[in-house]
């Protein structure tokens, strides 16, 4: 079994997603690049100073700008999204993946029950959607008045044409175009998917790929049956076995980690990486491309994987909670937090919005863990780059930091 300390784990784990000890990857490719290595990208609507995905690359790609992600995306079709725990996907994993939408379909235990019900009781206007998606090639829920179609009460929509749409997408027959205002608009695989991945792969080759990958997301994971987990389509039922057969081939290894009472498993193929890592080396091909974590502070996405649901905690003592979903008087921090990175430790947090009638970048709030970082200089223009770099990122004008009483961070903060 291999042992690591907490150190070694909290690196390991942002070394694996791209976030220490600096940003990697730069433009374009290096956009693809870092949605390749972060196994999934969570797919999030909601809009306060920019989408969640958009931040989670912007902390992880130089020149990053909002909707990139898209233009790899839907553009050069190297990725796809798809699922009930919406992200996206490498393209090329679309016959693991088909084989997952045919189990929602057929309705699996190791599936949503959801979708297969779907498929019943909406049956009729499926069919509709399929024919005017063969006659029309692009369609969106937009298209379709309600009026004109049977009113339902469904978070997916008021239309039967939205929970129809959602079904097809769902169970493989259609895939997201591209996007208008986060709301997909769809057509038919055959228009989007390369013809040679428009297959399945075999039921042993999808279950031990679903295993390996989240393994892969998280760097080093329990398997816990979570609802993002299930959500992903992992096949608890054969998780046993499955997990015997992976350690008597040595794809994955058993890691005992300092302090933690759980097993927890990693990519057999990373242990010399992990062993660089334990030695206090950097490994080579994770060189920053410019300043590291501990020159320039990164802000967190509130979905990324290093510190949501818990993850925070888990890894960083660090407790966040998203809390945009509470009600006001409920948050203790703010509506839109996030978690500030400096070196490999979450140090800090902040609440922010961006201004869009005076395009003003606005810190509500900041909060150090460690009051005496207030009085530390190299956090201090750490903390400044970082906020310079993302009011860049968010292309706003001006930039509002009234909120941040202490005067040592102030004199680093970008001008107003």
Known sequence: MLQMDKETVRRYILGKQGLWPGR?????????????????????????????????????VIGYSPGMWEEVGYGQRKFFDWGGWLAARPMDELPYWRVVMQRERDGSPDSPAGVSKSGIEHAETIAEMRRILSENGMV???????????RISSYRGRKDTSVALYYLWRTGEVMTHH????????????????QHLIREHEDEAVDRFLFEKEIRFSGLSRLRRTGD?????????????????????????EVDVDGWRVTHYAVASDVPLIEEIAAGRVPEKWAPVETGTTQEAVFLS?????VARGRAKEVFDFEYVWEVYKPADKREYGYYVLPVLWGDTLVARF????????NTFVVLGLWLEDDSLAEDEAFAAALGRGFARFTTFLGAEHFDAEAVTQPALRRYLPAA
Do not use: C
Not at 39 to 58: G, K, T
Not at 140 to 150: A, I, T, W
Not at 302 to 306: A, E, I, M
């Open 229 to 253: 987990a299930h959500g992903r389509g992992l096949p608890f039922s054969r998780k046993d076995e499955i997990l015997k057969a992976l350690l008597e081939e040595d794809v994955i290894v």
């Open 179 to 194: 996007r208008e205002n986060f709301e997909r608009v769809y057509a038919l695989t055959g228009e989007i998917a390369p």
């Open 302 to 306: 509130p979905l990324d994987p290093v």
């Open 351 to 358: 609440d922010s919005k961006l201004d869009r009638t005076t």
């Open 24 to 60: 990697r990857w730069q433009g374009l490719t290096g956009t693809e690049a870092a949605m390749r290595a972060m196994e999934y990208l969570q797919l999030d609507p909601l809009q306060m100073i920019a989408r969640s995905q958009d931040i989670a690359l912007q902390s992880r």
């Open 140 to 150: 969106s829920n937009r298209d379709f008045k309600v009026s004109d179609h049977k």
